[in-house]
């Protein structure tokens, strides 16, 4: 079974600093590997995502995501955190029929100014 | 394009009442998932729709919720009757290849 943990529940960066949160996963075969952000109130935007080729990603506002399979992880990062940036992030994992969408616990991200 | 569209955005209901929640999802997605979200932790999956037939409801607990999707479009989730435990938010979303688009969601609060 595929399962997905996001071993830091809260985390508090200063404005202006770097992010990176992390993600592990386990899947038998090829990941398909996404990333959501949830601010208040909402639902879940699609950062970026990850089905083959080039092992780093770029998403939006800045994000990027890099898929290490030795390490079975999808690490989320951003060089300069941004105030809006504060919101629930989540890493999630998908089987090869891209049916079945397992999430991770969550990050809450914090942005200190 | 419109994006996954919920309603209602926020229910408080007491315990023991019935609920429904409607999901329309963007046109010519033909799968359709619902999902449960507890305060502090990810969505977990409901029940999943191929056009009108739930081809994964393993998850539901079919004592008290039901799901229907007539006609392969809109979606509805019933709880009946609701329990204090019930109260989390509810999302639904449509898929189209890998991608899954997730509406705002109902954030049900029962008391």
């Known amino acids: 079974a595929q399962s997905v943990t996001q071993p830091d529940i809260h985390i508090t960066v200063s404005e202006g600093a770097s992010l990176e949160l992390r993600c592990n996963y386990s899947y038998g075969a090829t990941p398909y590997l996404f990333w959501y952000v949830q601010s208040p109130g909402q639902g879940l935007q699609l950062l970026l995502k990850?089905?083959?080729?080039?092992?780093l990603v770029q998403g939006i506002k800045g994000f990027e995501a890099e898929f290490k399979r030795s390490q079975s992880s999808f690490n989320l990062r951003k060089p300069s955190v941004h105030w809006s940036d504060a919101a629930e992030y989540f890493c999630?994992?998908?089987?090869?029929?891209?049916?079945?969408?397992?999430f991770g616990g969550g990050t809450r991200l914090m942005v200190k100014p | 394009e419109a994006g996954v569209v919920q309603s209602p955005r926020y229910k408080i209901i007491e315990k023991k009442q019935p609920v429904a929640f409607w999901c329309n999802p963007i046109?010519?997605?033909?799968?359709l998932y619902w999902y449960r979200q507890n305060l502090g932790q990810g969505p977990e999956l409901l029940i999943r729709?191929?056009?009108?037939?739930?081809?994964?409801d393993s998850q539901l607990p079919k004592d008290r919720f039901s799901a229907e999707r007539l006609k392969g479009v809109d979606s509805t989730l019933k709880i009946q009757p609701a329990e204090l435990g019930d109260s989390a938010v509810y999302l639904c979303?449509?898929?189209?290849?890998?991608?899954?688009?997730f509406g705002p969601g109902t954030r049900l609060t029962v008391l």
């Open positions: 729709y191929e056009n009108e037939e739930a081809v994964d």
């Open positions: 999630a994992v998908t089987d090869n029929a891209g049916n079945m969408l397992t």
């Open positions: 979303a449509s898929k189209t290849g890998y991608e899954q688009f």
């Open positions: 046109s010519g997605h033909n799968t």
């Open positions: 990850y089905f083959s080729g080039d092992t």
